[in-house]
């Protein structure tokens, strides 16, 4: 597979919000967002499947919503009331992840 490309990353203050971005096939079934904060390992956050179900992280649930536009292909994390905790590079993929990694996005919540 190839690379998806993840977007719109930043630097806020707690409380603050974000919204990525990363294109994906049209065919895609399964995708999702991923997070590295520095010095642990690569963690999936949210996933949607066939464009309708969704899942989170119990750290994220309730403040970051995952979605897919059915006319561009563009798939989305809205992520409201940040916190200095989700700072990392965030990463878009397929679930489970197929394509090679990109350069992801930062995100950085400064308190």
């Known amino acids: 597979q190839g690379q998806l490309k993840a977007s719109g990353g930043g630097r806020v203050q707690t409380g603050g919000s974000l919204r990525l971005s990363c294109r994906v096939p049209r065919s895609t079934f399964s995708a999702g967002w991923y997070r590295q904060a520095p010095g642990q390992q690569r963690v999936l956050i949210a996933s949607?499947?066939?464009?309708?179900?969704?899942n989170y992280a119990d750290v994220v649930k309730g403040r970051f919503t995952i979605s897919i536009d059915n006319v561009d292909n563009v798939m989305s994390l809205q992520m409201n009331n940040l916190k200095p905790e989700d700072t990392a590079v965030y990463y878009c993929n397929f679930v489970p992840a197929g394509a090679s990694w990109g350069r992801g996005t930062q995100v950085t919540v400064s308190s």
């Open positions: 949607i499947i066939a464009k309708t179900t969704t």
